[in-house]
Every structure is written in C-alpha cells, then in structure tokens.
C-alpha cells in the first residue's frame, strides 16, 4: 500500500520528489511551542518544589518537633 505517488525509492531523486512528511512549515512554531511548553514546565515545577520545601522547613521548626529533636540526641549521647 502506498499513500504517495513515489512506487520504488530505487534510484530516487528526493530533491525532485519534495518534503515527505506531514505538516512541511510548522518546524519553527512546533519547536516554540515545545520551548514554551519546557519553559513553563520547569518554573511550575521549581515553584511546587519551593512550596514544598517551605511546609516542610515549618513542620520540622514546630516547638514539639524540636524538643523531639534535642530529646533523641541527649539520649544518643547517653548511649
């Protein structure tokens, strides 16, 4: 089954035939939307990071955890 006009590609001339691939032009716009798309994937993903960082830098300074903290290291040093 052939879907182009081209039977044999034995002794072809590809620079008389022309493009052979779907969507000939949208090489530049793909490639930006695909840098956009990169881009905005690895801000998102740094300011969820950030965020995460955040809760848990607040969850480990909560007075409780802190004194759980210091009493597992005094009974470290004990041992």
Known sequence: MSTT?????????LSQIGP??????????L???GL???LFFHIKQARIEKQ?????EAAA???E???RVFEE?????MD
Not at 5 to 13: P, S
Not at 21 to 27: C, D, K, N, R, S
Not at 73 to 77: G, H, V
């Open 52 to 56: 995460e960082m955040e809760a848990d």
């Open 61 to 63: 300074r909560t007075p």
């Open 20 to 29: 052979i691939y779907p969507m000939v032009g949208t090489e530049f716009i």
């Open 5 to 13: 006009a081209v039977e044999t590609w034995a002794g072809a001339d």
């Open 36 to 38: 956009a798309f990169w």
């Open 65 to 67: 955890r802190l004194a």
């Open 31 to 33: 490639f930006l939307a």
């Open 73 to 77: 290291e005094a009974k470290a040093r």
